[in-house]
């Protein structure tokens, strides 16, 4: 079955760095797009980033020059390099997969907490 497992979150200091990582099992990663998005306390999930089997990326305006998407299909896995973290930045980051026919998987989500 398919399978998504997110690692990296953690407690972070304004300004500091972070890399996510996810993990795919179960599916042909390649040929899948790739995205990570993130859930506050409150909030609705939002996108963050997501990157195209073909590597063309999208980000929110809110993480533009501070994040980072990239997927290694060797690895079967897609990153978030997260820099200049701020504290609106703590929430539940999720990876998401969404297959050629529009069919989306989620990871069980890795927390991120930004403060001092």
């Known amino acids: 079955q398919v399978q998504l497992v997110e690692s990296g979150g953690g407690l972070v200091q304004p300004g500091g760095s972070l890399r996510l990582s996810c993990a795919a099992s179960g599916i042909i990663f390649r040929i899948y797009a790739m995205g990570w998005y993130r859930q506050a306390p409150g909030k609705q999930r939002e996108l963050v980033a997501d990157i195209t089997r073909g590597g063309s990326t999208n980000y929110a305006e809110s993480v533009k020059g501070r994040f980072t998407i990239s997927r290694d299909n060797a690895k079967n896995t897609v990153y978030l390099q997260m820099n200049s973290l701020k504290p609106e930045d703590t929430a539940v980051y999720y990876c998401?997969?969404?297959?050629?026919?529009?069919?989306?998987?989620w990871g069980q989500g890795t927390q991120v907490t930004v403060s001092s």
């Open positions: 998401k997969a969404v297959s050629p026919e529009r069919l989306g998987y």
